[in-house]
């Protein structure tokens, strides 16, 4: 595509770009200096860590066809240079110009909300197939197109990736979970959504919204993107749900709820909590859906209920999606159980807020564990508010807790534990203890821990540890499979 016709496309006037400039053929569009092709296009963006117009001048040494930014100096520079007013938005919408709307092709899925959008997404993808319709995935464990896994580096992916990977993709739908970070970064800029869902808001990120309301008010901006006959679907069972229900009701939007009390199109009118949760989903007094789930816990027949009124309007046939749910064998690193004959039990889990806590550490009780441990700590550099909330869940709701590392993310280890010191102190009720290294805390409970226990082991989920600790593993999983091993093999040793 040549240069005229890419700013045409993204409503940039090509006049103001030198008229011998603009037959330059675009080969790419690229906002990394290091991964620039010869023959892109280098977008400048002032970042959170740096300036990307600092990188300018490298991209040109590597072989930008043109540049652009938003503290451009066009006379200066040997290439075109375009100047723009926000550079994360115009990305946007060059790469929508770039890649030929590639989401024309796509029927679009936005998942958003603080809890269950990685779970909801999973579960959707996994119906629709059921169904023999085909989805990609965009989230937080990895990107899907054309039955291949992408590593991902966000939960919801820049402009330049989101849009590249809908051009790929040959599925019919699309899925993916947008991030507040991702709205308020345009990352989906000019996306239009034919299904928006609302999980639920819990306290997280105010290192980066300040309010809840401010979180609030980004999340929603997801559902001014769908598009006209786009329909939302929100979990109505939280004041921002009901909120967020209301809002779109006043502005003519067409929603569909899901939630407890009477009222909603789809209502949570019973429920079993077990290792095999069952529901029964009634759409009027008289008629109702019976399901039940391979994943524990009442958030996963939350997550479970808003999919199923979701993938009803789309078309799938109810008994599809009941037996599909039956069969979704959940998603890694989610509370995810690790089971070995004789020893306590374990689950690794991704909870992040006190909302995510308390259903992961209910979920060990109703599937039976006498007693529940639990491990846990907080990511350094992220939101401080909600962790004296986290420690008190955690006291109140375990017979035990270890507090321990999560990413350092930069912060020193020292300074963590000082902080883990003041708040065991103040909200620990005693309850607990500190220890630093992630995989001794984990070893520290299992010797603690009898059969029929669990060991509940939070944050960190299915992702590799970002610093390596005293026993040889890479990730919790990893770290309770050799505990299992080597106990298994010393009961062994000792028959
Ligand atoms: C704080 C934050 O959100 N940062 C995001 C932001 O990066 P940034 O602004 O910090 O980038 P930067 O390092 O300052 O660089 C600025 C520019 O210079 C360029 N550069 C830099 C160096 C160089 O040599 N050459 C060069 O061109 C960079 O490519 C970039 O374009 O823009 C990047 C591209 O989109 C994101 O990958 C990055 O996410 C970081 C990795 C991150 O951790 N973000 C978290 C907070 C986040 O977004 N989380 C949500 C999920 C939250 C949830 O769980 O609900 C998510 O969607 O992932
Ligand atoms: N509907 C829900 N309500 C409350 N908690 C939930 C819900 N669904 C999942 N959880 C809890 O939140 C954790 C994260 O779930 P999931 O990854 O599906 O959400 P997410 O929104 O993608 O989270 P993140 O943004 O942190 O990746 C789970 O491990 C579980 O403990």
């Not at 600092?54 to 938003?70: H, S, T």
């Amino acid at each position: 595509m040549n240069l005229h016709q890419l700013l045409l496309s993204s409503s940039i006037k090509p006049e103001s770009i030198r008229k011998d400039w603009q037959g330059i053929e675009i080969t790419g569009i690229t906002s990394d200096s290091r991964n620039l092709k010869p023959g892109n296009l280098f977008i400048a963006i002032s970042g959170y860590q740096q300036d990307g117009h600092k990188y300018i001048e490298a991209a040109i040494r590597a072989g930008a066809a043109a540049v652009a930014g938003e503290k451009a100096e066009p006379e200066r520079l040997p290439v075109p240079c375009i100047q723009l007013v926000d550079s994360r938005k115009q990305m946007a919408q060059l790469a929508i110009a770039f890649y030929g709307e590639p989401q024309k092709k796509h029927k679009m899925i936005g998942i958003t909300g603080t809890n269950g959008k990685t779970t909801t997404a999973f579960m959707i993808k996994h119906i629709l197939e059921t169904a023999g319709l085909s989805c990609s995935l965009f989230g937080s464990i990895a990107n899907y197109i054309n039955g291949k896994w992408y590593r991902a580096s966000n939960t919801t992916p820049d402009s330049l990736q989101l849009q590249e990977l809908l051009h790929r993709s040959n599925d019919e739908y699309a899925v993916m979970e947008v991030s507040s970070h991702g709205i308020s970064q345009h990352r989906v800029e000019g996306v239009e959504f034919d299904y928006a869902l609302f999980t639920n808001l819990d306290q997280d990120h105010l290192d980066y919204h300040h309010t809840m309301e401010e979180y609030f008010a980004v999340k929603s901006k997801l559902f001014q993107q769908l598009s006209h006959s786009g329909k939302a679907f929100i979990n109505t069972d939280s004041v921002w749900g009901e909120k967020l229900a209301e809002n779109l009701r006043t502005e003519g939007k067409e929603i569909y709820t899901f939630g407890e009390n009477t009222g909603n199109n789809l209502r949570l009118s019973e429920w079993k909590t077990s290792k095999f949760p069952a529901a029964i989903l009634n759409e009027t007094e008289n008629r109702g859906h019976f399901i039940q789930l391979a994943v524990p816990g009442l958030h996963n027949i939350y997550n479970a209920g808003l999919a199923f009124l979701a993938l009803k309007e789309m078309g799938v046939e109810e008994r599809v999606i009941s037996e599909a749910l039956m069969k979704f064998p959940g998603v890694p690193g989610r509370n995810e159980v690790y089971k070995e004959a004789g020893q306590p039990t374990f689950m690794v889990d991704y909870a992040h807020t006190s909302e995510a806590l308390y259903h992961c550490l209910k979920t060990a009780r109703e599937c039976g564990a006498e007693k529940v441990y639990h491990i846990f700590g907080f990511r350094g550099g992220r939101d401080e508010s909600k962790r004296c909330e986290m420690i008190k869940l955690s006291s109140d709701l375990s017979d035990a807790y270890v507090l321990t590392q999560d990413d350092l993310n930069g912060v020193p280890e020292k300074e963590i534990l000082n902080e883990l010191e003041k708040l065991q102190t103040a909200f620990g009720n005693e309850k607990g203890r500190i220890i630093s290294d992630r995989t001794m805390a984990i070893q520290h409970m299992f010797m603690h821990a009898s059969q029929g226990d669990w060991i509940v082991v939070t944050g960190k989920g299915a992702e590799p540890y970002q610093q390596a600790f005293e026993l040889p593993a890479s990730s919790d999983g990893e770290t309770i499979r050799y505990l299992q091993r080597t106990a298994a093999a010393q009961a062994k040793k000792a028959e």
